[in-house]
């Protein structure tokens, strides 16, 4: 099956390393010139990965319909992200307020682990591609156009 995702910001690289892994064979498409732009000012440049708090309780700490991400919740956890970025070499560390940020301070050591893991699933990266127009034929998409 060919998958193409749409924006390659934390969202799109994680669709992109999911379907991967599923066997799919992917593209993601990004209108910039590199992957992860707004990633890279998260956490004034730290990246508040996530939170140490159990899984239970995120969805009480989430602002209007929190249950509508129950099942992501379960799907994905705290300790997948962080199992992924240790995967790919980057440790982390608990600060107060059960935050969680790569010991490194540098929301890039973050971006670094996501660049590895698609190139790791032969993810066909493509920059510098605005998706304008997605064709749609007999309730099928058939071509999304950059
Ligand atoms: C100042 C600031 C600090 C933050 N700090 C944190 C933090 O510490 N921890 C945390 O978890 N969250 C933080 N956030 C929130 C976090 O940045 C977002 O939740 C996250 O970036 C959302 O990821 P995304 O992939 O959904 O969207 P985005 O990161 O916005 O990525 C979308 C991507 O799609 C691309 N795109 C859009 N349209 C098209 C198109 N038509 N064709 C091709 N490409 C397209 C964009 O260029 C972009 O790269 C912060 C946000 C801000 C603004």
């Not at 209007?64 to 970025?85: A, R």
């Amino acid at each position: 099956m060919k998958t193409v995702v749409i924006g390659g910001g934390p969202s799109g690289m994680m669709a992109a390393i999911s379907a991967s892994s599923k066997g799919d064979n992917v593209i993601l498409l990004e209108k910039e010139n590199s992957l992860g732009k707004k990633l890279l000012i998260t956490g004034k440049g730290r990246c508040n990965i996530t939170s140490s708090l159990p899984m239970s309780e995120f969805i009480n700490n989430i602002q209007g319909n929190g249950k509508f991400l129950f099942s992501c919740f379960q799907e994905f956890t705290n300790q997948d992200i962080i199992n992924l970025l240790r995967k790919n070499g980057l440790e982390v560390k608990n600060e107060r307020g059960n935050r969680i940020f790569p010991v490194t301070d540098s929301a890039k050591s973050v971006l670094d682990c996501f660049i590895k893991e698609l190139k790791e699933k032969n993810v066909n990266v493509r920059t510098n591609c605005e998706v304008t127009e997605i064709k749609v034929e007999n309730e099928e998409v058939t071509r999304s156009i950059p």
